[in-house]
DNA sequence: TTGTAAGCGTTATCAG
DNA sequence: CTGATAACGCTTACAA
């Protein structure tokens, strides 16, 4: 029994004689390790949990930007011994069963978990991040001492977005912001803040709006801008769907993306160059992040010592036609001209 | 011990009052049943596997469609004692780690599985249908002695399609159709043929188009309808994400949606009203197909007796810009003139 | 109504 | 190098 455990766990003080019979058995029996048995002595489940907040009116899982974080943690995940555990933040029926997440985690021994959409002043999160469970978010500043964050350059994309529309001629630039709860909808805002400083344009705060991310919140937002008495020439939405949201409230004014407002959205989810026009946005590495929570968690799991790492990775500008940076340049001349 | 364990799992035969004491202890100590040890003893897991094909090109997690229907077995899951499993097909680089989907099954003692985007004829899938665990497939028509599975009613779907474009005039109708490969691709061929049939309409075999449900099969096979002698006033594609790649062919070539070309959609994804023009689609019940499917699979794994189903849920047209429908039908009358 | 004791399938610790 | 044996934390007879 003992030499058998010693097989499967590739130790090295077993005869290649012995090791071979084992693994003969094994295969004969269609033999399966089981994982239970193995959890309750060793103390580790291979499970890594992930929590994904659903609020009723918006399941995050449903957020494009979310389900390719998702895919590169699966990946990543997938390719070491861990399986993915999603987390419900529903409560269950019965009485004994676990019911907040640190509750599950123990439940289930889930040895490290990914945190992504979740509010964070939410007090579940807040126990979880506390518990000593290694910890990785995701467009979540979240810190503790077995939790860090991966999280895209926001101040930088903001920033590349405006610079763009500058370089384009707009100077009656606006911001569809993310939610301010959120360190993405504030480092984008600020961003976006500063490089309109730095390029010498007049900041108007009626042309800062906020949204939540999600299209409708896009929509009412453009539909206030274009009220507007000197309505922007072009708008900066901090994700890609409010930026098809604020597309539709052009749309159904009768103006046309981008020759009366141009549009630069954020995330580039997938259908972004589906969209008409297509919409110029700033990439995210959505599986990058996802891949890098989950290395880094992994790291964490494997090694107690580890200092629990705040990590950005770097965006880029995509050109499509809605922000008309495809087209000649004319007409950018005459809009800096009109100033 | 023994009777901490008869209070967490509610046996009738504990007084009330060591009952409130050693609910009392629980909450003191935080103490929370190891669902581990709990699994060894008892075989169950409280866990449900969820196998989501991901294929190199297109992780099938990111198809929007099987995201919804992620959401709706969250939920239905969620509110039960059980968590999700996300089961990954990847290799483990460890030799004594499970790989197939089984062996990982049997590893975490997972009580069902729920299958999506599978291919219906790998030999790992086979495996997983008739060890006897019990199954629900999405959108994969898998039988077994405790496999059954929840589709949308595709052909019914097809055919309402083609006869909301009927409606309207149209008589030279095109289908971008989904993989034969797969059920819904070929349920929804087959409702589009029956429906032109019973319409009177002339079936072309040149404009039927096999896409693979994702945006690029869409756009390349609309291409190739345009070039055709006698080319479609209208469309149906088989999936909404190969509308959009339908209407970006169409828009390329200068041509106009709804005006030259109606198209009518698949799904009603989430972004199905955010494109321009916005798609008219057949709806499916995307959270109710995930939802049912736990249901069911929970029904399945509490009675061992009970005979694995095949369920259908209805589709719904949504009428849109795509199509042309929302908009008087001056035009629609002049089309069918023209025939 | 409660406590005692025997497993569940592994791994870890010891002798051999 | 290999075989016993004691945990791991829980449930479930079985006794009391």
């Not at 029994?1 to 058998?4: F, G, L, Q, Y």
């Not at 539709?248 to 046309?256: E, M, S, T, Y």
């Given at each position: 029994?003992?030499?058998?455990s010693r097989v499967l766990n590739d130790y090295p003080d077993v005869s290649p004689v012995t090791r071979e019979r084992v693994w003969e058995a094994?295969?004969?029996?269609?033999?399966?390790?089981?994982?239970t048995a193995r959890s309750l002595v060793t103390g580790r489940s291979h499970v890594i949990g992930v929590i994904?907040?659903?609020?009723?009116?918006?399941?995050d899982l449903q957020h494009p930007f979310f389900q390719e974080v998702l895919v590169g943690l699966r990946h990543t995940v997938g390719s070491s011994a861990y399986d993915l555990l999603l987390l419900n933040a529903v409560e269950s029926g019965n009485a004994f069963d676990p019911q907040g997440y640190l509750r599950r985690i123990r439940h289930h021994r889930v040895e490290g978990v990914v945190l992504m959409g979740a509010d964070r002043h939410d007090p579940e999160i807040d126990e979880v991040v506390r518990s000593g469970v290694p910890c990785m978010a995701?467009?979540?500043?979240?810190?503790?001492?077995?939790?860090g964050y991966v999280m895209s350059d926001n101040v930088g994309g903001a920033a590349l977005a405006v610079r763009h529309l500058h370089d384009l001629g707009h100077r009656r630039i606006a911001l569809i912001g993310g939610s301010t709860d959120t360190k993405p909808g504030v480092d984008r805002l600020l961003g976006f803040r500063r490089e309109l400083e730095r390029l010498g344009l007049r900041h108007r705060t009626d042309y800062v709006r906020e949204g939540d991310f999600y299209p409708e919140s896009g929509q009412v937002a453009m539909a206030a801008l274009l009220d507007l008495p000197g309505r922007p020439t072009a708008v900066v939405a901090a994700a890609d769907l409010m930026a098809a949201g604020a597309i539709?409230?052009?749309?159904?004014?009768?103006?046309?993306v981008p020759d009366d407002i141009a549009i630069v959205g954020f995330d580039?989810?997938?259908?972004?160059?589906?969209l008409q026009p297509s919409l110029t946005t700033i990439r995210q590495d959505k599986r990058g992040l996802g891949a890098r929570a989950a290395r880094t968690l992994l790291r964490l799991i494997a090694d107690p010592e580890l200092e629990p790492p705040v990590i950005t990775l770097p965006v880029e500008l995509v050109v499509r036609e809605s922000s008309g940076g495809t087209v000649n340049s004319r007409a950018a001349e005459r809009r800096a001209k009109e100033g």
């Open positions: 029994m003992a030499t058998v094994i295969r004969k029996e269609q033999f399966v390790p089981d994982r994904l907040e659903t609020g009723v009116g918006h399941p995701v467009d979540l500043d979240l810190r503790g001492g077995r939790t539709q409230a052009i749309v159904d004014r009768g103006l046309r580039d989810i997938q259908i972004a160059p589906l």
